[in-house]
């Protein structure tokens, strides 16, 4: 495959990416940077991994034909709907990759950091299937508003560690993981939930993801005869569903890669988390990419309505596709996305993630021809954004 | 770079002392810097706070967000520093992340250093291979020594490594941890210094965190070239203020 969009063997998209880190996890991310490949690309770890995707998460999801939606913006909508997926998003398509690497690596203690709680649900869930101790990392600030997530990786076994530095939330929670590999470097495997940090992270998490773009040309050939679609729209936060969505699609240019990321109360309001329009070139968690930050280099707290899409960088191989423009960047508010999400509920029948919802706004800002194929990833379902929902709405 | 090279080459073990510029005031790091060379002290790591000190542990990063909200800069820094060559003649070093080094911009940066009379640069998130490819000869340019670090972690190639890009010490981490305190070191961080030591490696190392009394002080001592302080002084500057280096440096050595 050309490799224009994807990371060279040091981790670099372009001028973004690498492994920024600390000599302290010098070993371990060697240890992964080593292995990577090699492991995912044993026929047992497939066979493995393909199965549980089948057996337990639920795929393949559907490629759905949403035809309300077609016929309101006048052109052809598909939804994968990653919602779909066993926990309610994408994330486990990524954290049952990283804890069979995990596995096979020998490690007996799993970490992550989780924003909204939907990474570390998921984690918590694949190491309750695989028997494996559990922390997870998340800010005070976010604690506090996603309770129903925290019950959840409790039940699953997880122990969840509130962390109170910086700002709270999850770039915080991120240091804290990250920290917390630092001081057990041995036996721990930290699975990070975005195409973020240091390679080989963005490249191993883009291929765990990968599967949702090599499902939608799949089922595109099976329901319109055609590989392509036109169009492939997903929303950005650190960006794992757009970097699955895209995968298969990078170095196809007929197809135009749309990414969503999250206005906030408007771009020039204070209070945003659209990185490619706020951001310069920086170093954020190991990985040299787009990021919000003071003239001075401080790292600046994102905010959007959507905990997901509430971080500060960018994943380096979007930073990338920004900057040599192979995918547009569209800056979505909180009021767009809650418009969009009550829509897709009230045609469809779906209640989506408010960070999804992002995804399904770009149909009101965007103009489409009737004969275009346009598929929007779904990447989670709206259950964990009902106090939100509510709240807005006055439901 | 010359200034940390004779230091080395002095016959006793040397105390580092590390604290957060901008902390516990906006204006103190010209005081606390004079008064630790009053007080014997023999090297400074001048800390350049960072929003996302990810090496650090809770004292350090405290002080940063503290000296943050103070309004440190880096640029402010470099006009604290500006006479400081006037007053004093100890080795002085900046430790920093490099997001804030590089939005200043790396040369301009250095260049600053250099005119500051800066003597190295410790960036913990600079990994060797980047030092190698993209940075060195700016530090050889503005004559900065660059000091990494190693871990009980880290192999011995990659030891010999490091020590063959470092041109004065090494600064050695006592234990896979973030910065911190601890009361004393077990039997098999001893082993590791000795292990160290035994590689006859050309660069002296200087063994940093979990320094915090002079039983640490000792034992980080007894094969290596000096320690660091870092975390254990913040705490002292947080509970005393800046003008009592003495008390502090007199209970370690």
């Not at chain 2, 913040?234 to 209970?251: M, P, Q, R």
């Amino acid at each position: 495959m050309n490799t224009n969009y994807n990371s060279d063997e040091k981790g670099y998209y372009g001028s973004f990416g690498g492994a920024f880190i600390p000599e302290m996890l010098y070993p371990n991310v060697e240890e992964l940077r080593r292995n990577y490949l090699k492991i995912s690309q044993e026929p047992e770890f497939k066979k493995e991994f393909h199965s549980l995707l089948k057996q337990y998460v639920g795929r393949p999801t559907p490629l759905y034909l949403a035809k309300r939606l077609s016929e309101k913006y006048n052109t052809k909508i598909y939804l994968k709907r990653e919602d779909l997926c066993h926990t309610g998003a994408h994330k486990i398509n990524n954290t049952i990759g990283q804890i069979l690497l995990a596995k096979r690596l020998g490690k007996q203690r799993i970490i992550a950091e989780t924003g909204a709680g939907q990474h570390g649900v998921a984690t918590a869930t694949v190491c309750a299937l695989m028997g494996l101790q559990c922390i997870v990392y998340m800010g005070e600030v976010d604690i506090e508003r996603q309770a129903p997530n925290i019950a959840r990786m409790k039940m699953l076994g997880a122990e969840v560690r509130p962390v109170s530095s910086g700002s709270r939330t999850l770039k915080d929670a991120t240091n804290e993981a990250i920290r917390d590999w630092i001081s057990n470097p041995e036996a721990t495997f930290y699975i990070i939930g975005s195409v973020v940090g240091p390679h080989p992270y963005p490249d191993m998490v883009a291929r765990f993801q990968s599967i949702i773009s090599e499902e939608m040309q799949l089922q595109l050939m099976e329901q319109e005869n055609r590989q392509n679609p036109d169009y492939v729209i997903a929303c950005v936060g650190g960006g794992s569903n757009a970097a699955g969505a895209f995968y298969h699609f990078l170095e196809n240019e007929d197809v135009k890669l749309i990414a969503a990321e999250a206005a906030g109360k408007g771009i020039d309001s204070g209070e945003s988390a659209a990185t490619s329009a706020l951001g310069k070139i920086g170093i954020i968690h190991g990985s040299k990419t787009l990021l919000m930050q003071t003239d001075d280099g401080q790292i600046t707290e994102p905010y959007s309505i959507s905990a997901g899409l509430d971080y500060p960088g960018i994943g380096p191989m979007h930073a990338h596709l920004f900057e040599s423009k192979r995918a547009e960047f569209l800056s979505i508010t909180d009021d767009q996305a809650m418009q969009a999400g009550i829509e897709l509920a009230q045609l469809e029948g779906i209640i989506p993630a408010i960070e999804s919802a992002h995804a399904l706004a770009v149909l009101e800002c965007k103009k489409f021809r009737p004969e275009d194929i346009v598929i929007i990833n779904l990447s989670g379902r709206g259950d964990k954004d009902l106090n939100t929902y509510i709240n807005y709405f006055k439901l | 770079m010359k200034r940390i090279q004779d230091q080395l080459r002095e016959d006793k073990k040397l105390v580092s002392i590390y604290f957060t510029a901008g902390f516990p005031n906006l204006d103190d790091t010209k005081v606390i810097i004079e008064n630790l060379e009053k007080s014997g002290v023999d090297m400074i790591e001048i800390g350049l706070p960072f929003s996302d000190p990810l090496a650090d542990g809770p004292t350090i990063q405290a002080s940063s967000t503290k000296a943050l909200k103070n309004g440190m800069t880096t640029q402010l820094l470099f006009e604290q520093l500006q006479n400081i060559r006037q007053t004093v003649n100890i080795p002085l070093l900046i430790m920093g992340y490099f997001n804030p080094i590089l939005q200043f911009g790396v040369e301009n940066f250095y260049k600053k250093c250099q005119e500051t009379g800066i003597d190295g640069l410790i960036i913990p998130d600079l990994p060797l291979e980047v030092y190698l490819s993209d940075y060195k000869s700016i530090f050889e340019k503005y004559h900065l020594a660059p000091i990494f670090l190693i871990t009980p972690q880290t192999s011995e190639d990659r030891i010999r490594q490091i020590d063959e890009a470092s041109d004065a010490f090494i600064y050695m981490v006592s234990s896979s941890s973030v910065t911190g305190s601890r009361t004393a070191f077990d039997e098999k961080q001893l082993a590791y210094f000795e292990k160290i030591a035994s590689l006859k490696l050309k660069n002296p190392q200087i063994i940093g965190f979990g320094i915090s009394n002079s039983t640490t002080f000792k034992q980080a001592t007894q094969f290596q070239k000096g320690a660091i302080l870092g975390s254990h002084f913040v705490n002292h500057l947080e509970k005393y203020g800046s003008h009592d280096a003495e008390t502090f440096i007199s209970t370690i050595i």
